[in-house]
């Protein structure tokens, strides 16, 4: 029997009117694991906390209230004081200090950093100077790298992670170039697509991934997502070999444009697609008010639509990021922009990178096909026993939701953000379910932000066969509930190299 089942919520505003009820269908289809969520270990000109660690720790790691995993740097090609290229050692020359104290926390925490060049050391560029040259004082001169140059940058990159190892830190990953094709009067470095051809086909092969614990090597990562730049790439095999994840920022083109776009290839032959860079708030005078908030939280959502893995946000801190910079300019409303005090976006972006993280997506009977406004959006999850659906609604009237799931689930917790009225955003109610269902009705207040956890029902065993879409690789095995197993045994889910998926039973599967 179904039964129809109603969390408990307060809704701001009372009406005469019954709420309408809108039907999400969510499906076994799987898509994209989710690797996480970050920022930038930056602010002002691109200026590393140093020894201040509070936004870190504010931010990251599984017990804080946010539980960012993934942090970006700069790796920069900039000298400290008089010291030359020719003094290049362990303890590098380079202004690579300000990041560490930041990553080892998050190393500590269990997270993710990666590196990425702005630019590359002017000695190695055709303009002489890390800038890129878009300056009448540069003499817009189009700063690239040279010719001669190309074998030394795998190098060059090599001495970022050996600086970052010998302190403590074994670097992740590291980019190619900060937007290579945005030409810029601070550092910067141009690429054409072939150019980046050029050097991943013939040079990459140098980053020391042996000594440097398997360290990715992520693509040039462009200021729209742009197909051009990551296509040519992962058609030529040996730069498809040789590239994990495929990267570009959001500027200029909405998530499910040019990034769904250029996450189809990277998809196909299982690559990570990440989102690393963008600033959805260009106002400099205040605070986001709610409507911007719920349109940040619409941008996450449509970079999980689009196939995204990672999601990497820019300055940590900023009056339009998570940690308050302290300037009372930006004060409005009942939220003060208090130095090192978390801001309203900050707990926007915990209701995906503390519940999403790890999960893989599920589709679902609304999921948007293109970046068009519309007045709710959803998405759908499952990770280990839990199935997990996102909902956002812009409008001024709440609805019910009724929500198909493809197993039963026996409870369930839904996380509600409805405003910027208070510091702690994410307000947490139980769904009472008396028994297990796979129908539920839940409310979605007006303009509100919604996560519905789900405990899947242990007695489930009706699962019908799962289609997986985009994965290479050979035989894996999961439960029921989606987790992997190294020895199947019981009812359980055989995955193809080709994708493909069938429901087994044995007492022991031999996988010699």
Known sequence: MKRIITSIVAVAACT???AATITLTVNNTRMQKITGFGAACCDGAMCPYGDDTTPVKLLYGPTSKIGLNIMRMEISPNFKGDVTAADV???TPYDWKGSLPSAKIVKQRGGIVFGTPWSPPGTYKTNGTAQGGNAEDQGYKKGKLKDDCYEKFFPWLNTFLSYMKKNGVNVDAVSIQNEPDWWVSYSGCLYDPEDLVRLVKNYAYLLDRETYAGVK???GESLGFTQNYTDPL???ETCR??????AGHLYGHAPLDYMKKSAVLPTKYGKEVWMTEHSSYD???SLPDWHHQLLFAEELNECMLAGCTGYIYWYMRAHWAFVGTGEAKYNSGGIKNIKNRLLPRAYVMSHFSKHVTGSTRLTTSRDMTSGKEAAAEYSAYI?????IVMAIDTTQYGHNLKLVLPYSVKSGTHLLSTGNETENLCQEKPITIDEPASEVIVEMPARSLNTYIFTIDDGNAAIED????GIDGPKTYYDLHGRRMDNPHGLFVERSADGSTRIRFAKVIDKR
């Not at 799962?466 to 879409?469: A, G, K, M, R, Y």
């Open 16 to 18: 005469a009117i019954e």
């Open 241 to 246: 070999e040789q590239i994990d994840i495929v």
């Open 234 to 236: 992962m058609k030529d």
């Open 217 to 219: 090597l992520i693509s």
């Open 89 to 91: 050692g362990w303890d």
């Open 283 to 285: 106002n400099i005078e």
């Open 466 to 469: 799962i289609n997986v879409t």
């Open 383 to 387: 990770k280990g026993d839990s199935l």
